[in-house]
């Protein structure tokens, strides 16, 4: 299993990447990063991936929402 440090960092590089961007900061909110709704998607689908079955309807992403914060509500998923 992939540790929470782990995931977070892969979940910045790949909001970097999806934003065409060299790095994005951890805790600054998914809008204010410049990700919109088909970016989220986008990071939704590598977030399967990267930790295993999730459900999206479960979780809470806004624009305020931080990488930091996502990150956490998929680990509280895959404990529950």
């Given at each position: 299993?992939?540790?929470?440090?782990?995931?977070?960092?892969?979940?910045?590089?790949?909001?970097?990447?999806?934003?065409?961007?060299?790095?994005?900061?951890?805790?600054?909110?998914?809008?204010?990063?410049?990700?919109?709704?088909?970016?989220?998607?986008?990071?939704?689908?590598?977030?399967?991936?990267?930790?295993?079955?999730?459900?999206?309807?479960?979780?809470?992403?806004?624009?305020?929402?931080?990488?930091?914060?996502?990150?956490?509500?998929?680990?509280?998923?895959?404990?529950a």
């Amino acid at each position: 299993m992939t540790t929470a440090i782990n995931t977070l960092e892969l979940l910045r590089k790949e909001a970097a990447k999806i934003l065409n961007i060299e790095s994005v900061e951890s805790n600054v909110g998914l809008g204010e990063l410049g990700i919109d709704s088909l970016n989220v998607v986008e990071l939704i689908v590598f977030c399967e991936q990267l930790y295993g079955s999730i459900d999206p309807e479960q979780l809470n992403i806004t624009q305020y929402t931080t990488l930091e914060q996502l990150d956490a509500q998929l680990h509280e998923q895959q404990t529950a």
